[in-house]
């Protein structure tokens, strides 16, 4: 019997995705747990594992169009069977569908509901999700690109082929590199927007700033990469010793959940990766468990996978702690909001060679790394968050205390 194939969420927070490739064509045998398309979500580019068999009998969400989590996308069933009726149900009622996709040995009757592709807009112009996404990301104003999809739609092989022709305007110099465009929000900057901005204004924040001592750590790096052809970075100390320190200091690694605070048991850190649309933050699970070796290992596989858009809603979500590190920009010091479900982030600047007054007053020269620690006050005290941060710089400043 037929059966509409439905989006389901992909992610802790997708609400509506958008169709980046179908695996599947119609006539194709769909097994359980075949990989159906590939789905674009507010994080990261998804596979669709089916978990229905059959034969595919339509498509009604074509390449580039969105549907909300809920909405019909296929229909699978036998072979032979005609998937118009369950079509005609996904289709909106107010405008009948245009186009049908049917399975070739079986062609649709001359009467059957044709399907439509989605009509999201940006302004008055018609366009796809993708189209927009690859439009901000070549900085072109999507308004100005032709559509040569259904109804003048802009879909992505317009964007690819667009040149733009040389604008000339009166108030800007024609040499200038900026420009008036409106960028469209793609779906990962909008959800961005949302969370941190719930987060900002529903977590009151409270922030601690210090200086650490970084010359007995980068010696001590120094000399453990002396003999390793992969080298070992800093990022990976460093979450070795929060992961210390947060075993230390439980309130740190727990979570506002209303009417009681949850303690986590795991210390997984998620560090903030830049993305062209947006920031992502993988996770590293269990790191009080784990030596900097394997941290290292587990952290350049997320950052890699999250930087070609491969990462698994497992690989970035429930972090109980994070850190983002600007250092490498050459940010001396800044704040962060927090990440939820975590109670707190740090805020890791640029390591910085600076004069430092010793114990017999003498002037010494020190590399010196500022960080921030930003706190949610309904879970985590000031007292509470100053102990735990000079509990991470004393580990930081002397490695060998996470021995004891």
């Excluded at 969400?61 to 996904?90: H, N, Q």
Aim: one cysteine or more; aromatic letters at 4%.
């Amino acid at each position: 019997m037929a059966e509409k194939v439905f989006m389901i969420a992909l992610s802790p927070t997708m609400e509506e995705g958008a169709i980046l490739k179908w695996q599947k064509k119609v006539g194709d045998a769909v097994k359980m747990d075949d990989i159906l398309c590939e789905v674009e979500t507010d994080k990261a580019s998804m596979e669709y594992v089916s978990s229905q068999e059959g034969v595919l009998l339509a498509i009604v969400k074509d390449v580039g169009a969105s549907a909300k989590v809920g909405d019909t996308i296929a229909v699978i069933g036998e072979a032979g069977e005609d998937p118009a009726p369950l079509i005609a149900e996904s289709a909106p009622s107010a405008k009948p569908p245009t186009s049908t996709q049917a399975s070739a040995s079986t062609p649709a009757p001359a009467s059957a509901p044709v399907v439509t592709a989605d009509t999201s807009t940006n302004g008055r112009t018609k366009s796809s999700p993708l189209a927009r996404r690859i439009a901000a990301e070549k900085g072109l104003n999507v308004a100005e690109i032709p559509g040569s999809g259904p109804g003048g739609r802009v879909v992505k092989a317009d964007v690819e082929g667009y040149t733009p022709a040389p604008a000339v305007k009166t108030s800007v110099p024609a040499s200038s590199p900026l420009n008036n465009d409106r960028v469209p929000v793609s779906r990962k900057r909008g959800t961005i927007a949302k969370r941190l901005s719930e987060s900002l204004f529903t977590a009151p924040h409270f922030f601690l700033t210090l200086g650490i001592e970084m010359d007995g750590l980068l010696a001590a790096r120094e000399k453990l990469n002396e003999k390793r052809k992969d080298k070992l970075g800093l990022n990976a100390f460093l979450i070795k010793f929060l992961a210390e320190a947060l075993k230390r200091h439980q309130a740190l690694n727990a979570s506002w959940e209303g009417d009681y605070i949850q303690n986590h048991a795991s210390v997984d850190i998620a560090i903030a990766v830049a993305q062209p649309d947006g920031l992502i933050t993988p996770v590293v699970r269990d790191c009080g468990s784990k030596g900097v070796l394997q941290i290292e290992t587990e952290l350049r596989d997320l950052i890699d996978r999250a930087r070609n858009n491969q990462l698994k809603p497992d690989d970035y979500s429930g972090a109980t702690f994070t850190i983002s590190n600007l250092g490498s920009f050459g940010i001396e010091e800044f704040t962060a909001i927090i990440n939820p479900p975590g109670a707190a982030i740090l805020a890791l600047g640029a390591t910085i060679k600076t004069p430092v007054v010793a114990e017999d007053d003498s002037i010494v020269v020190k590399k010196i790394m500022k960080v921030t620690l930003s706190c949610d006050h309904r879970v985590i005290d000031g007292a509470v968050g100053a102990a735990f941060l000079t509990e991470f710089k004393g580990m930081v400043e002397d490695p060998y205390r996470v021995l004891l």
